[in-house]
């Protein structure tokens, strides 16, 4: 059984840091591809970034330059490094696993199973 548990949100004001994790039991994340996802209140959940097997990552246009996915393979824990935080990126933020790394990007029918999702507010 596939589980994903993020942690690490919180509140910051704008241009702070934040470091949420995501601890994934039931597959072995360098095998397989990881997507990030965020949803604000009454909008669509949305796609953050994606990283791959071999490590190649793919990232939304709002979050270039200012967000950073890396994996610990031996603690098959991922970390999303989120700096010069905006308001706008206020929201909930989930890791999840996919039923097949090929697709559309940051696809929703992609995913097979999702992280509970941990709060990120950025304050003005």
């Known amino acids: 059984q596939v589980q994903l548990v993020e942690s690490g949100g919180g509140s910051v004001q704008a241009g702070g840091s934040l470091r949420p994790s995501c601890v994934v039991s039931?597959?072995?994340?360098?095998?397989?591809?990881i997507p990030w996802f965020r949803q604000a209140p009454e909008q669509e959940r949305e796609g953050v970034v994606e990283?791959?097997?071999?490590?190649?990552?793919t990232y939304a246009d709002s979050v270039k330059g200012r967000f950073t996915v890396s994996r610990h393979n031996a603690q098959n824990t991922l970390y999303l490094q989120m700096n010069s935080l905006k308001p706008e990126d206020t929201a909930v933020y989930y890791c999840?696993?996919?039923?097949?790394?090929?697709?559309?990007?940051?696809?929703?029918?992609?995913?097979?199973?999702w992280g509970q999702g941990t709060q990120v507010t950025v304050s003005s």
């Open positions: 990283i791959g097997r071999d490590g190649v990552t």
């Open positions: 039931g597959l072995i994340i360098s095998r397989t591809c």
């Open positions: 999840a696993a996919y039923w097949t790394c090929s697709g559309d990007e940051f696809s929703t029918r992609r995913v097979r199973t």
